[in-house]
């Protein structure tokens, strides 16, 4: 099984690359290959055919090759919510969760989460095209590019004054002593409830679900059984970074997984793709909330229990 995977160096998408480096897909008797794609090449591979699955770590990215969910289905969650920080230089002198004091700064979002920062900004009281200035990165698009990390270091040179990242990301710059987390999203700092924007999250096209559902739920059954080894020890992420991650991210990410397994639940209920279509619409992504059905696949359920 081919996964594409937008970073390899997040813990947004952890419990796969746990699945991966743990055994735990070859327990199931599965042959998995995954592939770094950044940015939103995951899911044009997957459109393409080139992968057989990926690992994204918002869901809601599939909607810009897959219109309205057709062709794919989600099939497990990596971890609840939406999974980003924003990260500040460390010397401005900015109430800490405060969205109107960041007028004027200059920050960058990958392709993809910079839609919910834009939604945060506007639900906070800012004009996301007018009150600051919101830049891509020259080098960030790039395929072995992890974003967080890049951008923690554009941080440190100066370059911006914020990034809209994941908490591998954030903590790399809070670890240098150049950045510190101004909004954490899913512990509360969101107007406009954007912890509930999206997910992340294992899909497959629907073609690859029919042919291979064997395949799918070999891999369900892995991730799931990678969650909870990593909440029951996360100290046994370190073995994962070892093996992918340089050495600095290596030395945050078991403090960082341990603070992330309370959303290492694999369920995907329907209030949470209810939530995710109403995001979608609010952003232009959906003309309609699309039922469960259509966009979950069903016989993946019953493994998020065993």
């Not at 592939?35 to 909607?63: Q, Y």
């Amino acid at each position: 099984m081919r996964i594409a995977a937008v970073d390899l160096v997040s813990n947004t998408c952890f419990p796969a690359l746990a699945a991966y480096e743990l055994g735990f897909f070859q327990k199931e008797g599965l042959d998995v290959e995954i592939e770094l794609v950044a940015a939103l090449g995951a899911t044009k591979a997957l459109r393409d055919g080139n992968v057989d699955g990926i690992i994204a770590g918002s869901v809601f990215d599939l909607l810009t090759e897959f219109p309205d969910w057709k062709g794919t289905k989600l099939c497990v969650a990596l971890s609840q919510g939406t999974p980003w920080l924003l990260t500040i230089k460390s010397d401005l002198l900015i109430e800490s969760g405060n969205i109107i004091e960041l007028k004027g700064l200059t920050v960058t979002a990958a392709e993809g989460p910079d839609l919910v920062l834009k939604q945060l900004l506007r639900t906070g009281g800012l004009d996301p095209e007018n009150d600051l200035n919101i830049i891509d990165l020259p080098g960030a698009k790039k395929r072995n590019v992890s974003f967080g990390i890049f951008a923690a270091e554009a941080l440190s040179q100066g370059r911006i004054d914020g990034y809209w990242s994941n908490a591998m990301g954030a903590h790399t710059a809070v670890n240098r002593g150049v950045g510190k987390i101004h909004i954490d999203v899913r512990r509360g700092d969101d107007p406009g409830e954007v912890r509930y924007a999206t997910c992340a999250g294992l899909a497959v096209t629907d073609n690859y679900l029919e042919k291979e559902p064997e395949s799918v739920e070999a891999a369900v059954r892995a991730i799931v059984k990678a969650q909870r080894a990593l909440k029951s020890d996360p100290l046994i992420a370190i073995k994962v970074g070892e093996k992918l991650f340089p050495p600095e991210a290596t030395n945050l990410i078991s403090d960082i997984i341990k603070s992330d397994t309370p959303f290492y639940d694999p369920s995907i209920s329907r209030t949470t793709i209810r939530r995710i279509n109403a995001f979608a619409q609010s952003v232009g992504q959906l003309t309609e909330p699309i039922p469960y059905e259509y966009v979950v696949a069903e016989r993946c359920i019953p493994i998020w229990k065993e």
